[in-house]
């Protein structure tokens, strides 16, 4: 096998078809594989599956994570090889033949001529024609195809937009309709998504999937492009993301073919007849979320699956629950989220932030100023560092917000955090009642509780400092005097206050003349005798 080694979501895609009996010349071009490659993987397949040493099954094989089957089946350097003769190298070229047939003047002995030059040893005029007219009638078949109950699902997104109504704004909105059906029952599923992303694109199908109740044997999507974003260094490619959803699922790959491909008519029929059952039904109606707007398509789809059709005794919802819904495979415990990959440094502030949503998240202190590897699904975030997870997140879309986890930030941070008059309270009611009392009493006052957060640090340190007996002293003074202040306590303290009695001591007053006695002061009326002077 020379060359680059297939990747390993491709192999497991190998598997799962052999485990579903196709053929090696089907998995070989379904997967792009040459016919020899996929011989040489199956060997190799047979052999750890036969190996009585480390026993294994195809189940076991697929949930295997990529690097652990990677070392089963490129334990050493592969080799690759193949062998070819005429015939191949002749049908490589047959596409080119018949497309050059197409500008004027080329004939078919000319382009015998040009081949006969590359290769002498090649076929007869006779024999290249033959070959070619064989290629004309096989490029362009035409059949009925029969579809086995839950073997595919057809996937397409609808080439027109629908709409709902942003209630603040008033901004219409567009929608893509994305539409899936199973060609043995015709049994239809619509949803409206804000893109065609490939988080929106997997988003729908795994809906879908929901919606039928089990996984089909293959997903059969429409040209790819519909489902790839932007181009962006973080998200893999559509390929690769659409092999890790069929793997999680259990199911595989198969794209319909590129241009004008015949393979997929149903699930194109099925969008031509949601535009009159699901567009034009709704086109009057307003919405004012995507909530609304979906639970609107999910009722027209409802009807559509149990309207009769026509020259048939049945309905598609009863041709699919009759027949085909218990062959789906069972739908995995969880829905499949896809992964997004990144590696970022840890601010001194120790936050992470995540770029595609401009949301910070909190790391451990101690990673400050290292990298950290960061995969992030649509609702949750994990942060990595030397292979062990240190922190994991909900996934917030608030622009220039943070996410913080307390345990992350050092002490002193995470008492900034707490700061609050009952955590005050409690502290001081550990310490003692007394300063408990003048806690309370401190921010009973009428102004912002933050103005006393720094007079609580100066008491429960000073409380720490000092004689606990001293130190209750002193707040009771406070108390009384309705004096609630830090540097008062202090004061009471370090002036030995608190030592002073605190019954005043009473003076005896010094004798004197001045005394007007009790009668004075009761007497209703005062006499005044006056003396003349001859």
């Not at 409380?463 to 202090?490: H, M, P, W």
Request: net charge positive; charged share 25%; with cysteine.
């Amino acid at each position: 096998m020379a060359g680059k080694p297939k990747s390993m979501s491709q192999i497991k895609q190998l598997i799962l078809l052999h485990a579903q009996g196709k053929g090696k010349k089907t998995i070989a071009r379904t997967l792009s594989m040459s016919k020899n490659n996929v011989k040489i993987y199956l060997q190799k397949l047979e052999s750890l599956l036969s190996d009585s040493a480390t026993p294994a099954s195809i189940e076991a094989l697929v949930k295997l994570d990529d690097p652990v089957l990677e070392a089963k089946f490129h334990a050493g350097n592969p080799a690759y090889k193949r062998e070819s003769g005429r015939y191949d190298r002749l049908k490589e070229q047959l596409p080119y033949f018949l497309k050059e047939l197409q500008r004027k003047g080329v004939t078919r002995h000319l382009l015998w001529q040009e081949y006969k030059e590359q290769y002498p040893g090649g076929y007869s005029y006779g024999q290249f024609c033959f070959h070619l007219q064989q290629q004309r009638i096989a490029s362009k078949p035409s059949m009925v195809l029969f579809h086995k109950p839950a073997d595919k699902l057809f996937i397409d997104f609808a080439g027109k937009k629908i709409y709902y109504t942003d209630k603040q704004t008033g901004e219409v909105v567009p929608c893509y309709l994305f539409v899936a059906c199973l060609p043995f029952s015709d049994y239809g599923f619509a949803i409206a998504v804000p893109t065609q992303t490939i988080a929106d694109f997997l988003y729908a199908l795994a809906c879908c999937l929901i919606f039928l109740g089990g996984v089909p044997a293959s997903l059969v999507p429409d040209n790819l492009k519909a489902a790839v974003i932007r181009a962006n260094r973080y998200e893999p490619t559509i390929n690769r993301a659409l092999e890790d959803f069929a793997n999680y699922y259990g199911t595989v790959v198969i794209p319909a073919g590129a241009k004008k491909p015949k393979d997929k008519a149903l699930v194109e029929n099925q969008v031509n007849i949601f535009y009159t059952r699901v567009f034009a039904k709704l086109r009057n109606q307003t919405f004012f979320d995507l909530g609304s707007l979906n639970k609107a398509i999910t009722e027209k789809v409802r009807e559509h699956n149990q309207t009769r059709m026509q020259e048939k005794p049945w309905c598609r919802e009863e041709r699919f629950l009759a027949e085909e819904k218990q062959h789906l495979m069972p739908l995995p415990e969880k829905p499949f989220e896809l992964k997004y990959y990144t590696r970022l440094l840890v601010a001194k502030n120790n936050h992470i932030r995540l770029s595609a949503d401009k949301h910070y998240y909190s790391v451990p202190y101690k990673l400050i100023g290292q990298r950290v590897d960061v995969y992030y699904t649509r609702t949750m975030v994990y942060i990595f560092s030397k292979g062990e997870q240190v922190a994991v997140h909900i996934r917030s879309y608030q622009s220039g917000g943070y996410t913080i986890n307390k345990e992350h930030l050092c002490s002193h941070h995470q008492h900034y955090l707490d700061r609050s008059p009952e955590y005050y309270i409690g502290l001081a009611t550990k310490q003692s009642e007394v300063l408990r009392e003048l806690t309370e009493a401190l921010f009973s006052q009428h102004e912002h509780p933050e103005r006393f957060y720094r007079t609580c640090d100066g008491l429960l340190i000073l409380a720490r400092k000092t004689d606990k007996q001293t130190f209750e002293r002193a707040c009771t003074i406070a108390l009384d005097n309705g004096i609630f202040s830090y540097q008062f306590v202090k004061n009471c303290i370090e002036n030995k206050t608190v030592y002073q009695t605190e019954e005043p001591v009473n003076k005896p007053l010094p004798a004197h003349q001045n005394i007007r006695g009790k009668n004075y002061f009761t007497q209703l009326k005062i006499s005044f005798n006056h003396q003349n002077k001859n």
